[in-house]
């Protein structure tokens, strides 16, 4: 099962990096499996430590995926990275051990720390549809064009139904990113 959070990982010469990623826990260790290149690959690779990130505010997850990195970040207790302040829960990881692949390699991480902050309230749909959507974002270079466009329309019925104020700030930042994405093909194809 793969759970989407937020890493946050902390560069040699001290630049803190906020990224949403898939995780999967094999046993007690959690691995994972950034794409080259990848500032996250760097750090957790060069610092052998991370900071997995629970989040609801599906925001976070958006605004790294469209240039909106100014999230509160706060210590972490026993590793060198920051850990996102709003965050439900966190886990400090120290890296174990490396699968090494050419396009994504595997990162199996010991928990050495966690910490829960506020209680888990639950998802609403239009979170689930931010959170699907900003995955269509990450993989807009991949994907046809009319698949996109379906996902987009099928999404936006749960965010008519359910999404409050800030999952349509995370849905416009995202849409946003689609438009000028398109805008950039068609500009190169003419």
């Known amino acids: 099962m793969i759970q989407e959070v937020i890493i946050t990982t902390r560069s040699s010469t001290g630049v ?7 995780i999967v826990w094999h046993g007690q260790q959690v691995v994972v499996a950034p ?4 500032r996250t690959l760097a750090n957790i690779l060069s610092e ?24 509160p970040l706060a210590e972490a207790e026993q590793v060198s990275a ?5 965050a439900l829960a966190h886990s400090e990881v120290k890296l174990q051990r490396v699968e090494d692949d050419p396009l994504r390699p595997r990162l199996f991480c010991q928990p ?12 609403n749909r239009g979170q689930a549809a931010v959170l699907e959507l900003a995955i269509l974002v990450s993989r807009l270079n991949r994907l046809p064009p009319d698949k996109i466009e379906r996902e987009i329309e099928y999404l936006e019925i749960s965010m008519d139904k359910t999404a409050g104020e800030n999952e349509w700030q995370a849905w416009d930042w995202l849409i946003e990113k689609v438009y000028i994405l398109r805008q950039q093909i068609k500009e190169s194809t003419e």
Request: net charge positive.
């Open 82 to 86: 920051p850990r996102l302040a709003a």
């Open 112 to 123: 050495v720390c966690e910490a829960n902050h506020r209680p888990f309230r639950g998802f």
């Open 16 to 22: 803190n990096q906020i990224a949403p990623m898939g």
């Open 35 to 38: 794409f080259r290149p990848s």
């Open 48 to 71: 052998g430590c991370a900071v997995i990130n629970y989040c609801d505010d599906v925001r976070v997850f958006a605004g790294c995926l469209t240039g909106h990195y100014e999230w």
